[in-house]
């Protein structure tokens, strides 16, 4: 029995993204594959944003039905077609939360304290209360800020990409990025000074 002629002619698996997006304004195999792709990097950032799995469940789907619908429009405009996915998640997340009227919480994990580039960051969070305290303070960013820290540290995004699915410029999101970072150190120095005396206390048994 012969293949059908799309899968004699596409090897799917081996096809680069934008091969594949030709394809898939035709082909919904092509689509297949790059909803393999894509799902579980999808449905996480969903998760993170919404922090329940039976709505990320709920929310990747309409994701991948929404991208499926307009794929024909799909443009490449120098950014990863996974971009393109991110975008419109972000977008049904912010329609969530605006519908719930839920406040915009991001839900952290340690992997986003890891990947913080301070100069020692295992200093910082060497202890679970130390852990506990950064997560408060990046809790206290602005949901903007958050989102991006969820893109860079946990999604591993560009700042290219990451300015595609925030509507922003590269330059703006490297700007936001390093005002960030310092709003972080600077919150952290305060922390530590006010707990000085507290430790000098405990460290002479006073």
Do not use: C
């Not at 799995?53 to 799909?74: P, Q, W």
């Not at 408060?136 to 990409?161: C, G, W, Y």
């Amino acid at each position: 029995m012969s293949e059908p002629a799309n899968q004699a002619q596409h090897d799917y698996m081996e096809a680069e993204d934008a091969q594949l997006v030709e394809w898939a304004k035709n082909d919904t195999e092509a689509f297949g594959e790059l909803y393999t792709r894509y799902v579980q990097k999808i449905y996480n950032y969903v998760y993170y944003r919404t922090g329940n799995h039976h709505d990320a469940e709920d929310l990747t789907s309409r994701v991948f039905y929404r991208a499926l619908g307009h794929i024909g429009n799909y443009t490449d405009r120098g950014v990863p077609f996974s971009a393109w996915l991110y975008r419109i998640a972000h977008n049904l997340v912010a329609n969530w939360h605006r519908d719930r009227g839920r406040k915009k919480v991001v839900p952290l994990e340690d992997h986003i304290i890891s990947g913080l580039p301070f100069d020692a960051p295992e200093a910082i969070t060497e202890t679970q209360e130390e852990r506990e305290r950064l997560l408060a303070s990046i809790r206290e960013l602005p949901e903007d800020r958050q989102q991006l820290l969820l893109l860079k540290f946990v999604e591993r995004l560009s700042n290219a990409e990451i300015g595609a699915i925030m509507d922003r410029t590269e330059g703006a999101i490297k700007s936001l990025y390093h005002r960030t970072l310092l709003s972080l150190r600077t919150i952290l120095q305060q922390q530590e000074d006010e707990s000085q005396p507290e430790k000098r206390r405990k460290r002479f048994g006073l």
